[in-house]
Structure formats: structure tokens, C-alpha cells
């Protein structure tokens, strides 16, 4: 099995569509072409997780934060640390692969995980993505309407939440005349036909334009066929960043930091709000989540927990919502889980492995 069958497959579940404009992730460095002989998944990479994949003969390292990311590479050299791993990695032929904001935005990602740590029910997206959805609509004969819908729905079109084949037809008549240098399906040469046709409209992910307009011409019987494709504004109510969700059952302020603290395995938190208020309502969202606070006010969530906030960061709330910083490995690092649990799920020809020698960055006393 080569390494770009497993990339495959993770970016089925996570497809790197769902990233922030602002991120790199997917393949770093290396080639996807070689054998898989083992994965080590780490948060960050670091030369020691590089020479722990070596000694258990690994040829692919997952970390959650990109290597390369946001730092302006122009070129690698072994005189800092992201030019010391992508050295060490490319010399050991190792495949470095990155899942960050994908992955946190995602169906059963790590906002989702997140959020079912601390018990909430009835989950919903904090921040939902948009601009991943296109439409087609497309004029066919209504001979053929059925055989073209099927091609598509076998594609990915058509797929809206939990259902799929969707589509909308209506009955019309199309018209157009064949020039010369034409060779219609229908009609004669510089005669006017008029055709019953149908006007079909499906819902397709951005990523698959290219793939969509392809078969619409292999299964279309025109030689031209009309179609228009329309860029949507819907959000997608199932991907985004954060999460919010409702606790079992409502606890005091006071009590709900506790709580967290515990459900985490946390030693230490920083929180601004009333520890009297009640807790019922609670958004969440892992690594540094400072611009997500206003959506969680909108949302009228009464907590927030996210890492990363600024001293004034906990000035926005105003006593609205109970805003805690819990830290920015601590709100992401079993993303880890997740990974590691999809590959020993779904391969069992190598070994994955959880990184034994990663320590968060920031120690806490």
C-alpha cells in the first residue's frame, strides 16, 4: 500500500477544502508514492518525534500544526528548526502530513470531540463555513435526465446533510438551431428545433467542479450541452469552527470551572465572568479561539472556553458569558485520538502509533 492510499482516505473524512485560507494543510514534504512501512501522529513535529519514527521504522509522521505554516519559507537549511525537520525527515524518506483546521472543523472532528469531553448534547457548529457548495443547473432531453442525474449522484452531487440523491426537476422546452461545422444529437443543419427538456438543479461540493463538468459531457447527449454553475453562499451547518451545546444539566459558574478542570485534566485555567451566573448553554472551541467570542455572544451561549486569549480578550464579554482560557494544547491535543483511532479502524497492514516523546511546549507549574 503506498502513503497516498492512507492520504486518500483521511482526506475523504476531512477534506482539506474544509481548511482556513490561512492554513497549509495536507503533504509538507516528502513522496507519496512509497510503500507505507508505519505512522507516528504527534501535535507538533520536532526532530525527536522524526528520530522516533525512524527507530520504529515509520515513513510517515501526521501532526496536527503544520510545519509550514505562516513563517515565509524561502528556502531550507539546518540552521532553525523547521529547516532541521524537513531536513532530517526528507534524508529518512519520511512523508510528512499535516490535519489542522480541517479536521477542526469537521464532522466528528476535534471541536466535536471537544465539546463531547465536557458532556454537551445537541451539538451545533459555533462559526458555519461557506463558499464550499456550487450548483448545477443543467437543460437536457427528458430521455435522458435520468441517466445523466444517476452519473452525477455517483460522483458526490446531490448530498445535503443526511440525504442524498437530491435534485429538482421541471418540464420546459428547449431551442436552438445547428450551424454549420455542428453534429447535433437532435435536429438538422440551419433549422430551428424545438426539444422537451428538462431543467435539472443539484447541490454539489466546490472541490468536484472540475470532476462534475466532466461527466456532465460524457453523459450529456448534446455536443454542446447548456448548463450554468453558481457559486452558493450557503453556510454548511455541519462543518465550521467550534461548537456549542448544552450541558445535562445546568451548574453554577463556580461550580462549571471545576468541572472543566476536571473533565480535561486540567491543573490551571484563566476566566473572566460571574462565577454566580448559570451555565447551561456552552461554546466551545480548541486551540486560539479570541475571534469566535462575539459569535459565541450572538449565539447568547453562557460559556465560552477556548485557549490563547489576550489580556483584553476578557474585557469583550462585559459579564455576559463566562469566557475561560484553558490553553491552546490543552483545547486540541486529543485530536490526536482521532487520528490514531481512524487508521487502527481502517488499516491493519502497518503500524500507527501515538508519539511517545511529545511534551506541550508551554509547561504549566
Same mark, same amino acid.
Given at each position: 500500500?503506498?502513503?497516498k492510499e492512507v492520504i486518500?482516505?483521511?482526506?475523504?473524512?476531512?477534506?482539506?477544502?474544509?481548511?482556513?485560507?490561512?492554513?497549509?494543510?495536507?503533504?509538507?514534504?516528502?513522496?507519496?508514492?512509497?510503500?507505507?512501512?508505519?505512522?507516528?501522529?504527534?501535535?507538533?513535529?520536532? /526532530?525527536? @518525534?522524526?528520530?522516533?519514527?525512524?527507530?520504529? %521504522? =515509520? &515513513?510517515?509522521? *501526521?501532526?496536527? $500544526?503544520?510545519? +509550514?505554516?505562516?513563517?515565509?519559507?524561502?528556502?531550507?537549511?539546518?540552521?532553525?528548526?523547521?529547516?532541521?525537520?524537513?531536513?532530517?525527515?526528507?534524508?529518512?524518506?519520511?512523508?510528512?502530513?499535516?490535519?489542522?483546521?480541517?479536521?477542526?472543523?469537521?464532522?466528528?472532528?476535534?471541536?466535536?470531540?471537544?465539546?463531547?469531553?465536557?458532556?454537551?448534547?445537541?451539538?451545533?457548529?459555533?462559526?458555519?463555513?461557506?463558499?464550499?457548495?456550487?450548483?448545477?443547473?443543467?437543460?437536457?432531453?427528458?430521455?435522458?435526465?435520468?441517466?445523466?442525474?444517476?452519473?452525477?449522484?455517483?460522483?458526490?452531487?446531490?448530498?445535503?446533510?443526511?440525504?442524498?440523491?437530491c435534485s429538482y426537476s421541471? /418540464?420546459? @422546452?428547449?431551442?436552438?438551431?445547428?450551424?454549420? %461545422? =455542428? &453534429?447535433?444529437? *437532435?435536429?438538422? $443543419?440551419?433549422? +430551428?428545433?424545438?426539444?422537451?427538456?428538462?431543467?435539472?438543479?443539484?447541490?454539489?461540493?466546490?472541490?468536484?467542479?472540475?470532476?462534475?463538468?466532466?461527466?456532465?459531457?460524457?453523459?450529456?447527449?448534446?455536443?454542446?450541452?447548456?448548463?450554468?454553475?453558481?457559486?452558493?453562499?450557503?453556510?454548511?451547518?455541519?462543518?465550521?469552527?467550534?461548537?456549542?451545546?448544552?450541558?445535562?444539566?445546568?451548574?453554577?459558574?463556580?461550580?462549571?470551572?471545576?468541572?472543566?478542570?476536571?473533565?480535561?485534566?486540567?491543573?490551571?485555567?484563566?476566566?473572566?465572568?460571574?462565577?454566580?451566573?448559570?451555565?447551561?448553554?456552552?461554546?466551545?472551541?480548541?486551540?486560539?479561539?479570541?475571534?469566535?467570542?462575539?459569535?459565541?455572544?450572538?449565539?447568547?451561549?453562557?460559556?465560552?472556553?477556548?485557549?490563547?486569549?489576550?489580556?483584553?480578550?476578557?474585557? +469583550?464579554?462585559?459579564?455576559?458569558?463566562?469566557?475561560?482560557?484553558?490553553?491552546?494544547?490543552?483545547?486540541?491535543?486529543?485530536?490526536?485520538?482521532?487520528?490514531?483511532?481512524?487508521?487502527?479502524e481502517n488499516f491493519n497492514?502497518?503500524?500507527?502509533?501515538?508519539?511517545?516523546?511529545?511534551?506541550?511546549?508551554?509547561?504549566?507549574?
Amino acid at each position: 500500500m503506498q502513503i497516498k492510499e492512507v492520504i486518500q482516505f483521511l482526506e475523504q473524512k476531512f477534506p482539506l477544502q474544509w481548511q482556513e485560507d490561512f492554513d497549509n494543510c495536507g503533504v509538507q514534504c516528502g513522496d507519496a508514492s512509497h510503500k507505507i512501512t508505519g505512522i507516528v501522529v504527534c501535535f507538533d513535529m520536532s /526532530e525527536a @518525534v522524526i528520530d522516533e519514527a525512524i527507530a520504529k %521504522g =515509520a &515513513n510517515m509522521v *501526521i501532526s496536527h $500544526h503544520p510545519i +509550514i505554516y505562516k513563517n515565509g519559507l524561502r528556502k531550507i537549511e539546518p540552521n532553525n528548526r523547521v529547516g532541521k525537520i524537513i531536513i532530517k525527515a526528507l534524508e529518512n524518506r519520511i512523508l510528512l502530513y499535516s490535519m489542522h483546521t480541517n479536521i477542526d472543523s469537521g464532522k466528528g472532528g476535534g471541536n466535536v470531540l471537544f465539546a463531547q469531553k465536557l458532556g454537551l448534547q445537541k451539538l451545533s457548529v459555533l462559526s458555519p463555513k461557506e463558499h464550499l457548495f456550487y450548483k448545477l443547473v443543467v437543460f437536457i432531453p427528458a430521455e435522458n435526465s435520468v441517466l445523466l442525474k444517476e452519473a452525477l449522484f455517483r460522483i458526490g452531487c446531490g448530498n445535503i446533510g443526511n440525504y442524498s440523491h437530491c435534485s429538482y426537476s421541471c /418540464e420546459g @422546452v428547449g431551442s436552438f438551431k445547428p450551424l454549420a %461545422g =455542428a &453534429n447535433p444529437h *437532435i435536429g438538422k $443543419h440551419n433549422r +430551428i428545433e424545438r426539444v422537451d427538456e428538462e431543467r435539472v438543479e443539484m447541490i454539489f461540493p466546490k472541490n468536484k467542479k472540475h470532476q462534475v463538468i466532466e461527466t456532465l459531457y460524457q453523459n450529456h447527449p448534446y455536443e454542446e450541452p447548456a448548463f450554468d454553475i453558481i457559486a452558493l453562499e450557503n453556510q454548511h451547518r455541519e462543518v465550521g469552527l467550534g461548537r456549542m451545546g448544552l450541558l445535562p444539566k445546568p451548574m453554577l459558574a463556580k461550580d462549571f470551572i471545576l468541572y472543566v478542570k476536571e473533565k480535561l485534566n486540567l491543573d490551571i485555567v484563566k476566566y473572566s465572568g460571574n462565577i454566580e451566573a448559570e451555565i447551561k448553554k456552552v461554546a466551545v472551541c480548541g486551540g486560539g479561539g479570541a475571534s469566535f467570542i462575539t459569535d459565541a455572544l450572538i449565539a447568547e451561549a453562557d460559556a465560552f472556553i477556548t485557549g490563547d486569549l489576550k489580556y483584553h480578550d476578557f474585557f +469583550i464579554p462585559e459579564n455576559k458569558m463566562l469566557l475561560i482560557d484553558i490553553g491552546h494544547f490543552e483545547g486540541e491535543h486529543f485530536i490526536r485520538e482521532i487520528i490514531v483511532s481512524l487508521l487502527q479502524e481502517n488499516f491493519n497492514t502497518f503500524a500507527t502509533h501515538f508519539t511517545e516523546v511529545e511534551i506541550p511546549v508551554i509547561n504549566k507549574a
